[in-house]
Antibody, heavy 122, light 111 residues
């Protein structure tokens, strides 16, 4: 079965750019009609969808991120990545990668990675 | 404030039935977008519990069921067990925000 694993720095300074990577195993990122998402969860709070990418590079982002997010895919490595710039303390969160169901726009997310905690602090 | 409103907490004794509501609007649930539910045990990632209002993924017990009416959806859990203690989130799509949105989450306590 498909599994996802996030990786990246645990601590980033304000105003810097965060780069996270999600490695997909147990299946090809290019197979099927799946999209691949990033979702975050500030400590003690709810979930926020950041955006998704299709294996051909097509992306859709949450407008709330005000164009700070950029998602890319490397099908040769079975990975997709998130860059988030102009970081502030409000970006401190658990960051998850997840697979979208093919149906858009009211897709669901399954499975999820285990999440990686990112703290924005000087 | 979340676009989808859930009660902060619900509780029930083992064996009882509890429901968790998810109230939206005419820019999400009310215009026909699907509702999905996730279970998050503290310290772990969310797990898909119900998709497209009423469907259970393989492995999810039939004690969990979903429904929808108008601008709201509900998750029902029957035969409550200690292992059901977790946070539960609803999710849909909001056409005004052009984004997938989640509810604020509901903490279920098994007494």
């Amino acid at each position: 079965q498909v599994q996802l694993q996030e990786s990246g720095p645990g601590l980033v300074k304000p105003s810097q750019t965060l780069t996270l990577r999600c490695t997909v195993s147990g299946g090809s990122i290019s197979s099927g009609d799946f999209y691949w998402s990033w979702i975050r969860q500030p400590p003690g709070k709810s979930l926020e969808w950041i955006g998704f990418i299709y294996p051909d590079g097509t992306t859709v982002y949450n407008p709330s991120l005000k164009s700070r997010a950029y998602i890319s895919v490397d099908t040769s490595k079975n990975q997709f990545s998130l860059k988030l710039n102009s970081l502030t303390a409000a970006d401190t969160a658990l960051y998850y990668c997840a697979r979208n169901s093919p149906q858009l726009p009211d897709n669901w997310f399954d499975p999820w990675g285990q999440g990686t905690l990112v703290t924005v602090s000087s | 404030q979340s676009v989808l409103t859930q009660p902060p907490s619900v509780s029930g004794a083992p064996g009882q039935r509890v429901t968790i509501s998810c109230t939206g609007s005419n820019s999400n649930i009310g215009v026909g977008y699907n509702v999905h539910w996730y279970q998050q045990v503290p310290g772990t990632a969310p797990k898909l519990l119900i998709y497209a209002i009423t469907n259970r993924p393989s492995g999810v017990p039939d004690r969990f069921s979903g429904s929808k009416s108008g601008t709201s959806a509900s998750l029902a859990i029957t035969g409550l067990q200690a292992e059901d203690e977790a946070d539960y989130y609803c999710q849909s799509y909001d056409t005004s925000l052009s984004a997938s949105v989640f509810g604020g989450g509901t903490k279920l306590t098994v007494l």
